[in-house]
Nanobody
Framework: QVQLVESGGGSVQPGGSLRLSCAAS????????MNWYRQAPGKEREVVAT????????TYADSVKGRFTISRDNAKNTVYLQMNSLKFEDTAMYYC????????????WGQGTQVTVSS
């Protein structure tokens, strides 16, 4: 069955860094672009970064551009999100998901990983 297992979150001070990982299984990971999403309390879920299936194309939300880097390892069926210069407003639950296809069209989400930026 499909699994998306996000990990790497934690509590950091402003200016700190974290590297999130999302291990995928149950589908052909390498053919799908992947999104990292986040959802802060009381806010809608938003896409923060996108990577193409081969990893050659990436896009970022304006709020994280220049601070976050998305990457992937198709041999490991894993997508990463390197987060630097973290701000209070980056506090959220972070999720990964394919950009298209049956999973994207479903209500399925992984458990997410919590990122908390606090002093």
């Amino acid at each position: 069955q499909v699994q998306l297992v996000e990990s790497g979150g934690g509590s950091v001070q402003p200016g700190g860094s974290l590297r999130l990982s999302c291990a995928a299984s149950g589908f052909t990971f390498s053919i799908y672009g992947m999104n990292w999403y986040r959802q802060a309390p009381g806010k809608e879920r938003e896409v923060v970064a996108t990577i193409s299936s081969g990893g050659g194309s990436t896009t970022y939300a304006d709020s994280v551009k220049g601070r976050f880097t998305i990457s992937r390892d198709n041999a490991k069926n894993t997508v990463y999100l390197q987060m630097n210069s973290l701000k209070f407003e980056d506090t959220a639950m972070y999720y990964c998901r394919p950009t298209w296809g049956p999973i994207a069209a479903s209500t399925f989400w992984g458990q997410g990983t919590q990122v908390t930026v606090s002093s």
